[in-house]
């Protein structure tokens, strides 16, 4: 067993639904509708909802419905520039009105603390909480235990941090750091609401200089090494949620987790070209994890080729997922923007290019360090081919979190 060491991997069940089992067959659809389950949480549960009246100026009043939101909200950061973020809600893509989120991160000493401050660039920013000093959770920052034995930080490498917000009946947040030797990585959850889906979640990535002094500019064209093209090999760290799987309850009663918010980590690899500034990547799962009942546990896949003897294992888990982007240089640094996808290679995966995002940059003064971050929402569609039913079943993932990776 090894631990995924992205953060507390809190799930359970979500509703049945239906699309290709782990098995690879064709299973039946109970749900039409995508789970908004979200990420990390212990019970999967969706926002409650609830009638109330109101009166208007005028004669009459009027009933409605809405949906329980938390009340860590009020946020009005308003950023110009800051560090490339993927903002996610109830782990759904929040797609930006114009551009890409933005984030800042601001890390104190004596003691530790982090301030995370973001601006979604979406109409609904003001949801999101306000920006907040968060005090290291030591605890969490070196928490080992004998069922994940791999201990924190492991996910993506480098050194691990954690922070955290809590005031009882108000506030819940956490913040995960990964620092690399010229980079860093930022997991940032929203867990206020208790229970049920992770309200906001982020991930983000920014440069930094281990020694302290000015922060480290990104790598640029002219310090680039003289070669056509380079290799970054690593890990990525992610969290996902699957949903609208046909849930197998026969046998021995087991649930098995076809249905479930999970912490996911495995290989990366990026080339980049330097001539064509063709970015291109494999990511591939090496490690499932998620909490059942009372019990950490793990699901290790190396791509198909050897399985555990574990019932909770679904066939999509060893689905690679695929980068494409190109770089573009400054005088100052370098991006790189495109899109992440399902490798269709084995099952017919249905990509959201509008919410599957890639990005990233080399860092250092020989550009021998690549961090970014990926979202995929993808869906797995039943039947394909000639079969003409009338009657389709989908079965869906939303993955995303951080990539790190070296050149020799």
């Known amino acids: 067993m090894r631990f995924v060491s992205l953060c507390a991997l809190l799930a359970t069940t979500t509703a049945l639904a239906g699309c290709a089992g782990g098995d690879g067959s064709a299973l039946s659809l109970a749900s039409s509708g995508v789970s908004v389950c979200g990420i990390d949480d212990p019970n999967c549960a969706t926002a409650s909802t609830g009638t109330g009246t109101g009166t208007g100026t005028g004669t009459g009043t009027g009933t409605g419905t809405g949906t329980t939101t938390s009340t860590n909200t009020g946020n009005t950061t308003t950023l110009t520039t800051g560090d490339t973020t993927i903002a996610l809600e109830k782990s759904l893509f929040l797609a930006p009105s114009s551009g890409t989120a933005k984030s ?23 949801a ?15 928490h080992t235990t004998t069922s994940f034995t791999t201990g924190p930080g492991t996910g993506p490498g480098g050194g ?4 955290r917000n809590y005031v009882k009946g108000k506030a819940d947040e956490v913040l995960q750091v990964w620092t690399f030797n010229n980079s860093r990585a930022i997991h940032y959850r929203d867990d206020t609401n208790g229970s049920g889906a992770a309200g906001h979640e982020a991930w983000s ?4 200089d281990p020694l302290g002094g000015t922060v480290a500019q990104k790598t640029t064209l002219a310090q680039m090494p003289a070669v056509a093209s380079a290799t970054f090999t690593g890990k990525f760290a992610a969290t996902a949620q699957s949903s609208n799987w046909y849930e197998d309850r026969s046998g021995t009663g087991h649930i098995l987790l076809h249905n479930n918010n999970w912490g996911v980590t495995g ?4 080339d980049v070209n330097f001539g064509t500034k063709a970015v291109t990547g494999t990511l591939t799962p090496e490690t499932w994890g998620t909490l059942a009942a009372d019990n950490y546990y793990d699901i290790v896949t190396v791509n198909g080729a050897s399985q555990p003897l574990n019932e909770d294992y679904q066939q999509w888990m060893d689905e690679k997922i695929l980068l494409n982007g190109t770089i573009g240089f400054t005088a100052t640094g370098n991006s790189v923007t495109g899109t992440a996808a399902m490798d269709t290679t084995n099952n017919g995966w ?11 940059s080399l860092f250092g003064a020989t550009g021998k360090e690549f961090t970014g971050i990926f979202n995929v929402d993808a869906t797995s569609p039943q039947p394909i081919g000639g079969d003409p039913v009338n009657n389709p079943t989908r079965g869906y993932l939303q993955i995303g979190g ?7």
């Open 160 to 163: 691990y941090k954690e922070y």
């Open 267 to 270: 290989s990366s690899k990026v």
């Open 350 to 360: 249905l990509s959201s290019a509008d919410a599957s995002p890639f990005y990233g």
């Open 104 to 126: 800042t991160l601001k890390i104190g000493s004596s003691p530790s603390t982090a301030t995370f401050a973001i601006d979604t660039k979406s109409t609904n920013n003001a």
């Open 205 to 208: 990535f920014e440069d930094y």
């Open 128 to 142: 999101w909480p306000t920006s907040k000093k968060m005090d290291e959770y030591v605890y969490g920052s070196t």
């Open 402 to 408: 951080v990539i790190h990776g070296t050149s020799p």
